[in-house]
């Protein structure tokens, strides 16, 4: 079982056992109306509902989702689920500061967020001119710039070309010029495995 079906297989059986344990405990009492009836499945209605929109959202809610582990270190290598959105985000540190990223094996070259670029110090003033790049969006005009140190996990390299855009909005993405420089890179499942080259 994926770690993402077992987050989700723990939040169902907590959402049933506690109302359940709750009504038992409150019938129990023999002090039950019908107005604390209503009142406390309201209650536990509420609970269920947030409780779901956390779990379910928890991938584009970077705050939550550190309490929600898909990115684990398994000897050298560095092992990733599957979002539910079928793509694979990892915790990146670029100079230092940690963003989630799209791993994509699509994108020719790591692009990242002005916002990005700006929280992790990456220059762009020398660009002397835009690079023009084609996206799933449309041809967009993006600054490049070099990253000192990204690391994802286990994997870790130096001096990685970037490319920054207004366009590309708060996604972050990955691209093959970071993959390339691993030892090698696969998808067993819903699992993507990193390993990075010997020291």
Request: glycine share 10%; aromatic share 6%.
């Given at each position: 079982?994926?770690?993402?079906?077992?987050?989700?297989?723990?939040?169902?059986?907590?959402?049933?056992?506690?109302?359940?344990?709750?009504?038992?405990?409150?019938?129990?009492?023999?002090?039950?109306?019908?107005?604390?009836?209503?009142?406390?499945?309201?209650?536990?209605?509420?609970?269920?509902?947030?409780?779901?929109?956390?779990?379910?959202?928890?991938?584009?809610?970077?705050?939550?989702?550190?309490?929600?582990?898909?990115?684990?270190?398994?000897?050298?290598?560095?092992?990733?689920?599957?979002?539910?959105?079928?793509?694979?985000?990892?915790?990146?540190?670029?100079?230092?500061?940690?963003?989630?990223?799209?791993?994509?094996?699509?994108?020719?070259?790591?692009?990242?967020?002005?916002?990005?670029?700006?929280?992790a110090g990456i220059d762009t003033g020398q660009s002397p001119f835009p690079a023009v790049l084609r996206t799933a969006n449309g041809t967009v005009t993006a600054l490049t710039g070099t990253a000192d140190?990204?690391?994802?996990?286990?994997?870790?390299?130096?001096?990685?070309?970037?490319?920054?855009?207004?366009?590309?909005?708060?996604?972050?993405?990955?691209?093959?010029?970071?993959?390339?420089?691993?030892?090698?890179?696969?998808?067993?499942?819903?699992?993507?495995?990193?390993?990075?080259?010997?020291?």
């Amino acid at each position: 079982m994926s770690t993402d079906n077992r987050i989700d297989a723990i939040f169902y059986a907590l959402a049933l056992l506690l109302p359940l344990s709750a009504l038992v405990s409150a019938v129990g009492s023999r002090r039950l109306s019908v107005g604390r009836l209503v009142g406390g499945m309201l209650t536990w209605v509420l609970i269920f509902g947030v409780g779901f929109l956390i779990v379910q959202n928890r991938h584009r809610l970077p705050n939550v989702e550190r309490f929600f582990d898909d990115q684990e270190v398994v000897g050298k290598e560095t092992r990733i689920q599957m979002s539910p959105d079928g793509h694979f985000w990892a915790r990146v540190r670029l100079n230092g500061v940690t963003r989630r990223m799209l791993i994509d094996s699509g994108a020719t070259t790591t692009a990242i967020s002005t916002a990005t670029a700006q929280a992790a110090g990456i220059d762009t003033g020398q660009s002397p001119f835009p690079a023009v790049l084609r996206t799933a969006n449309g041809t967009v005009t993006a600054l490049t710039g070099t990253a000192d140190t990204v690391s994802v996990g286990s994997a870790r390299t130096e001096k990685l070309g970037v490319v920054v855009s207004p366009a590309f909005g708060e996604t972050d993405v990955l691209g093959m010029n970071f993959l390339s420089r691993l030892q090698s890179w696969r998808v067993e499942g819903r699992v993507l495995v990193l390993t990075p080259k010997p020291a």
